[in-house]
């Protein structure tokens, strides 16, 4: 067949596609084949001609949203590595009239603002600042938009987006491969091996001495995907019993994005699905602050799942007063139809809502599988995901991998009466001896579970989640804000008293977290190090504090991090 297809239109597959990566150009030539052999249409020439046009404006439009021009940025590490270092250096000869250790807040300003605008314009999202407006909250964003580490950063998670966002509108997400591509899965399977394998050769000690393997530790958080399955149920079943105990009914909710953000529409615009979780939750907001405005109350978890092709939908199980539900149901569906409400199948598809009947059993059940389905499949087994027409277990993994490499919240509570950290502290209670009197109901509730009790019982004693700060603790110089206990009333427990550190197993030595430090360790031989560096033994009370300290000669910080002393630029 291709070979009665002129050497002109050859030539010009070959001009049109140069540019895109070798595994998308062959897919872009094959389906070209495919259509030019298709004795079915008419016109396949066209046809295939017009697929072609269309698939490369869209993906170079995509690749004009990120900072990479050319594909060995894409593709090599190393090239990223100097192009970070790069960008660095350009931030820092932007702001080289400023002068070096200014305290003026309208100096820092401009400076935050002149690196802002660096980074945007290449397509990065600027670093935060404290929000303070004075140079100690400008600070820690100005030296993280001038360090090419915090660059490299950026750049590593743009380049997973925009290597997925390229097979999106190449068309390889969707029916061959649900929510993901091949490609992005494959990696992040790698991703995962690499990280159990060093979850199993690090260990973490203990001041007292303590010795626990990464990987123990994981396994007994959240980040271990049946207790993250067992935690939201848990705070589900809690949400629902205290809504009941409230008078409140319940209603299942469906909310999916306009057509636009469909990658498989004609009428894609050529974003991503983070833009259409971004809609979905501009949207949301709008009918909780409507709500709010008029004083009605609704508490409700919501699940958010990609579509085949990767655009996100939402799940809500949603509580609200029977009296007041009319008027909730019509503001969701008019927020959910307020973008390009009036295209085709948008009044039947883009806002769905059930009653839960308590008499045909639990609101849990409605939201369960999904919560299940995109987690880990667990009591689904022999289930088809509808989706996807994978097994469900298979499914939860690509779903998993859909919201790391997308970087979107899979799961969100509201109105559940006490934070999710508050219940993790409590229960870090469970082994304390000699526990106040009023700190046992607290945390008998959270260590058995039960959600509802819990939040009663917290706010009956007042309880908050306590936390330490440590100023100008990170190398960027930020605030690090850590929790160390529980407070109720006026009585403070403590959930936090060892102190841990990270070594190789089998190491005495602990894992250095920045490119220079000294093996100065916090005993007689801190001073010493402090007077080789010029630095006044007066400063070791403020090191063991947290703080910096700057040498007499020179503009260098240092900081004890893991009982190291450590230098930073």
Known sequence: MFDRVSADSRRWLDDVTAALPHRIRTKVRREWERRQASTTAKNSTRSANIYVRRTVQA??????AYPFRTLSQ????????????DLA??????????PAGATDDDTARRCYEQLARFCLARGIKPAPYWNTGTFEGFAPGINRMKCPVWYLRQLNILRDRCIEHINLAAGMVGTAAPYISKEAFNEWQAKQAAAAEWLDTTEIESDAGDVL??????????????????ELMVRLRG?????????KEGWFLTITCPSKFHPNSPNWNHKSPRAGQRHLCRQWAKLRAWLKRRNITMSFCRVAEPHKDGCPHWH???????????????????????????EPGATKHRFTAEFIDPAKGSAVGYIAKYISKNINGVHMEGEIDDESKMAADKSACRCRAWASRWGIRQFQFGGTGASVSLWRE??????VENLPEAAAPVREAACHSRWAAFVGEAQAAHAKVTKEVTEMGSHYGNNVIRPVGVTLGQIFIATRYKRWRIKKRGSASPWSTTNKCTEARQGTGLDRHLALLGIDPGAREALERGSFVTARLGETKYALRGGQLREFD
């Open 59 to 64: 993906l170079t439009n995509v690749r004009a």
């Open 239 to 247: 949400l629902e019993e205290l809504a009941t105990g409230q008078g």
């Open 213 to 230: 393997t990464l990987a123990e530790a994981a396994a007994a958080g959240v980040s271990n995907p049946d207790n993250r399955r067992t």
């Open 316 to 342: 809500i199980l949603a509580f609200v007063d029977p009296e007041f539900a009319p008027y909730m149901l019509h503001a969701a569906r008019e927020y959910a139809l307020q973008v390009n409400g009036d």
């Open 74 to 85: 894409l593709y090599r590490l190393k090239v990223r590595e100097a192009y970070a270092a």
């Open 89 to 98: 250096a350009s931030a820092v000869a932007i702001i080289t009239e400023t």
């Open 426 to 431: 409590v229960r870090r209670l469970r082994d």
